[in-house]
Nanobody, 124 residues
Framework: QVQLVESGGGLVQAGGSLRLSCAAS????????MGWFRQAPGKEREFVAA????????YYADFVKGRSTISRDNAKNTVYLQMNSLKPEDTAVYYC?????????????????WGQGTQVTVSS
């Protein structure tokens, strides 16, 4: 069972940046696509970004496109989410997830392992 541990969240002013990290245990990290989701208070969890097994393909939700970059370092078993030009509406708990397969998806059901989440708060 893989374990995912997110870090890098915090409080930032609107317009600022944060880099989230997700460290994964296990030796098969490089075989699987990874994703980031978020859940704001009172709202359902939603897709943010995903990256395929090699890092060669990425996919973003429209609301972060152009402001965020997902990347991975398979040698370090880590996936990142660089978020720029943050807005108050980006405030949420951000979750890292490991897909069942190697190709990215924006569907929660395609992800079988989840981290505990890291809080991102953007002040206006």
């Amino acid at each position: 069972q893989v374990q995912l541990v997110e870090s890098g969240g915090g409080l930032v002013q609107a317009g600022g940046s944060l880099r989230l990290s997700c460290a994964a245990s296990g030796r098969t990290f490089s075989s699987y696509a990874m994703g980031w989701f978020r859940q704001a208070p009172g709202k359902e969890r939603e897709f943010v970004a995903a990256i395929n097994w090699s890092g060669g393909s990425t996919y973003y939700a429209d609301f972060v496109k152009g402001r965020s970059t997902i990347s991975r370092d398979n040698a370090k078993n880590t996936v990142y989410l660089q978020m720029n030009s943050l807005k108050p509406e980006d405030t949420a708990v951000y979750y890292c997830a490991k897909s069942y397969g190697g190709y990215y998806s924006d569907y929660e059901g395609d992800f079988g392992s989840w981290g505990q989440g890291t809080q991102v708060t953007v002040s206006s």
